[in-house]
């Protein structure tokens, strides 16, 4: 027995050494879970990514744009901010963001609490100051009482309401899709075209910028290597970061995680399905024509990117009261 035991042990190393190496030659990796370290800080910041108080009309949150039912993001071309203006640019998905090099299209803030700053004082987006935010907090004793347990103090300053916001979205993180469970040892979880489809989009090229765990937001890439991309968007990706013209067009590399839910396409917003997003992508970026069998196999292997969804108790927000400033209508 005692023979039996130290072989079969000897044997599962043996196959999880094999497997780890196959994982470690592979250019995606599997996303693991997250581990929260400050359970209170996460629900005060899942609460103020619900809040619509945070906005100057009191109507927008940070899930209207990142709307955790479809995908972390709004499935329109750009959002629509206060007063029904239209954005410039497509809203890129929340899910799986703290595994980006930086945030936004033209990674202008350098972590998710940098960039949890940037719509509330944004006059497109939520249109608020970093001041009137703070006023709304700090009037409701519920949301003190809350600081007070994620900070040890009840003061409420825009720092904090940032960090908490990026706490949370650092667990909005998607496990356990097929692919994973693919590369983790399970070869019945993908079907044979899926496999094509993924040996397709290594060969072709399409690893070289979209890989790691996120498949995808590791690097700056330009968009239009070899043929320019026809828009008319005035978006300059980093350009208008940097000041370099060697910038323009070059933007953040999307994550392919959930790409399935994450319609529509690109920084413009203007491409719906991901058939036609694989074929503009082969040509402009690999000068290459995909034909529709092969189009359909890599679209086949990116919907096994979808993984399992966050899923938590909706928060119920603290009530305003007397004091609590009112929100501007539009």
């Not at 042990?9 to 030659?25: P, Q, R």
């Not at 995909?290 to 292997?301: N, P, R, W």
Request: charged share 20%; net charge neutral; with cysteine.
């Amino acid at each position: 027995m005692k023979i039996y035991v130290l072989f079969t042990s000897l044997l599962a190393i043996g196959t999880l050494a094999i497997s780890n190496n196959v994982i470690a030659n592979e250019p995606i990796q599997p996303i693991k879970a997250v581990e929260v370290k400050n359970a209170e800080l996460v629900e005060l910041g899942k609460m103020l990514f619900f809040d619509p108080r945070l906005s100057k009309s009191g109507f927008i949150s940070c899930n209207s744009c990142h709307n955790l039912s479809m995908g972390g993001t709004d499935n329109i071309s750009t959002s629509i901010g206060h007063a029904w203006q239209q954005g410039p640019i497509n809203a890129p998905t929340v899910l799986n963001a703290g595994m980006n090099l930086a945030q936004f299209w033209d990674g202008r803030a350098k972590d998710l609490k940098e960039q949890a700053g940037g719509p509330i004082a944004n006059p497109g987006e939520m249109a608020s100051t970093h001041k009137a935010a703070v006023e709304v907090l700090q009037s409701i004793p519920q949301y003190r009482s809350y600081f007070q347990k994620a900070f040890g103090s009840d003061q409420v300053d825009i720092d904090r309401v940032t960090t908490a916001i990026a706490a949370f979205e650092e667990t909005l993180v998607t496990p356990g899709s097929r692919f994973d469970k693919w590369l983790e040892g399970d070869k019945k979880a993908l079907n044979q075209q899926e496999q094509e489809g993924y040996e397709l989009f290594k060969s072709s090229g399409c690893s070289g910028c979209h890989n790691g765990p996120a498949v995808g937001g590791a690097l700056y890439q330009k968009f239009g290597v070899y043929h320019p991309y026809k828009t008319t968007s005035k978006i300059e990706g980093r350009k208008a970061v940097t000041g370099k013209d060697t910038d323009l067009n070059v933007f953040k590399v999307p994550t392919l995680r959930n790409i399935e839910l994450t319609y529509p396409y690109f920084h413009d917003g203007a491409v719906t399905t991901l058939e036609e997003a694989v074929k503009i992508m082969g040509k402009l970026q690999l000068d290459r024509d995909f034909d529709k069998k092969e189009i359909d196999s890599i679209v086949a292997f990116l919907k096994t990117l979808t993984g399992e969804q966050p899923s938590f108790k909706l928060p119920i927000l603290p009530p305003s009261n007397n004091s609590t400033p009112k929100p501007t209508p539009f």
